[in-house]
């Protein structure tokens, strides 16, 4: 047993390790381009890689990120036999891309790759958090508070699903990193200096 222990603790550290791997820095040095953190919002997330860089840098970042969630969610908690090690290290992941220990623990916002990990663990909890997602972006064209609102959703779901279990810790911790890492959305949302993503809106204003 001890040694499964091992084994877990060893998982959850490689999963961090994975999600301190930046996909919009990493790709950004590829493509010739200066740190993400250096322009417009100062996140190194897709997002930013979106206003930043255009689609393909934005699409590449994004699936970057994902991918680190599924693996870390899908193939490392293989390493040992409990069925609490794969939202273990799918948190740990997350935290990685927020904290990453290979910058200076100044990251992202976490959502790609909180997306990843639930297309392995909750699948069927994406679904009406991205409905809710995709009204709020096109009704408001504000990215946090549509992802706070979607994670709002998920966490939701899980307690009601699962009670007092895994899941739902989970889910109320991830819920709590997503509202804490979008804070500075919202809090310029509410003061009503929050950039909107206008291309994404559906009623949008006529220039």
């Known amino acids: 047993m001890t040694v499964q222990y091992i084994a877990a603790a060893v998982a959850v550290l490689l999963a961090y390790l994975l999600g301190s791997l930046s996909g919009g820095l990493l790709i950004g040095r590829l493509l010739g381009r200066e740190d993400l953190r250096l322009s417009g919002s100062g996140n190194a997330g897709a997002t930013n890689a979106l206003r930043t860089g255009g689609r393909g840098y934005g699409a590449a970042v994004l699936l970057f990120d994902l991918a680190k969630g599924v693996l870390a969610a899908a193939f490392l908690p293989l ?9 273990a290290c799918g948190a740990a992941a997350v935290i990685g891309h ?4 290979f910058y200076g623990f100044a990251g992202g916002k976490g959502a790609a790759t909180l997306i990843g990990v639930l297309l392995v663990l909750a699948p069927a909890a994406l679904l009406p958090a991205l ?3 995709l009204l709020c972006l096109g009704l408001t064209g504000y ?10 959703i998920v966490a939701g779901a899980l307690v009601l699903w699962h009670g007092i279990a895994a899941e739902s810790l989970f889910g109320v911790v991830m819920w709590a990193l997503t509202v804490y890492t979008h ?23 006529p220039r």
């Open 131 to 133: 409905a809710v997602w």
């Open 143 to 152: 990215v946090g508070l549509a992802t706070v609102l979607g994670m709002t």
């Open 98 to 101: 927020v904290y990453p220990v």
């Open 79 to 87: 390493l040992a036999p409990f069925q609490w090690l794969a939202f």
């Open 183 to 205: 804070r500075g959305n919202l809090q310029r949302t509410l003061a009503g200096d929050e950039n909107r993503f206008e291309r994404a809106m559906i009623l949008r204003r």
